[in-house]
């Protein structure tokens, strides 16, 4: 397990990719498999940044599903299970296949980031 950033410098990152996520939305919503990846890798960033923030060491993994479910004493991973799968897909699905999202998709990720943002935020030790 590995924490190679600090807490604030994944939050910047994070969001950096649901800014560039949105931005690309507005520039081209047919750009789908671009903005799914910002958006996985945003909710990826501000979980691990929680994780950061509460002491939890956490793997170098995608898998949000995973992620969650390090949340001691949480049932946030069962909750949200239809978002983290669907967003942990698009972060091997851009780069390993062809499997482009449609734009319905893509809007619906960006639901799905920000509740899983947003539980995240509101966890309490």
Not at 32 to 55: D, P, S
Not at 103 to 122: D, L, P, S, Y
């Amino acid at each position: 397990m590995a924490q190679p950033e600090n807490r604030e410098s994944l939050i910047a990152r994070a969001e950096e990719d649901y800014l560039a996520a949105e931005i690309l939305r507005r520039e081209d919503d047919e750009l789908t498999t671009v903005i799914c990846f910002h958006l996985q890798q945003y909710a990826e960033k501000m979980i691990k940044a929680r994780l950061n923030e509460i002491g939890i060491e956490y793997p170098t993994r995608h898998n949000i599903m995973t992620l969650l479910a390090m949340f001691p004493e949480s049932n946030m991973a069962e909750e949200l299970f239809e978002e983290a799968t669907a967003l942990t897909d698009y972060a091997t699905s851009s780069r390993y296949n062809s499997v482009v999202p449609s734009v319905e998709q893509m809007n619906k990720a960006f639901t799905q980031a920000e509740r899983i943002v947003e539980a995240v935020k509101k966890y309490k030790p």
